[in-house]
């Protein structure tokens, strides 16, 4: 079974900085790509940022320039680097895991979700 453990989240004003983190323990055979979605209230789930394997990134339209993702293989660890934090950005940021076990069936694992609160 896979965890993934997130924190860092919190409240910050506008303009501010937040960094997330995300460890994944258990097993996992392959990893394909780590990314982070957001979930604000009354609206859908969407991706944030993502990373797979080779180290390319994919970057919502509304954080580029903003948020950088990066990513620790050795550890299976996943960074969110969030500057010039908008009032916009305010969600619960969950963490997600896309890979292989040891079976290579695919599992895909989400965290409990850290809130990140931009104050205006």
């Known amino acids: 079974q896979v965890q993934l453990v997130e924190s860092g989240g919190g409240l910050v004003q506008a303009g501010g900085s937040l960094r997330l983190s995300c460890a994944a323990s258990?097993?996992?055979?392959?990893?394909?790509?780590m990314g982070w979605y957001r979930q604000a209230p009354g609206k859908q789930r969407e991706l944030v940022a993502s990373?797979?394997?080779?180290?390319?990134?994919t970057y919502a339209d509304s954080v580029k320039g903003r948020f950088t993702i990066s990513r620790d293989n050795g550890r299976n660890t996943v960074y969110l680097q969030m500057n010039s934090l908008k009032p916009e950005d305010s969600a619960v940021y969950y963490c997600n895991l896309d890979g292989l076990d040891r079976t290579l069936t695919i599992r895909n694992y989400w965290g409990q979700g850290t809130q990140v609160t931009v104050s205006s």
């Open positions: 258990g097993t996992i055979f392959i990893v394909n790509s």
């Open positions: 990373i797979i394997s080779d180290g390319r990134t």
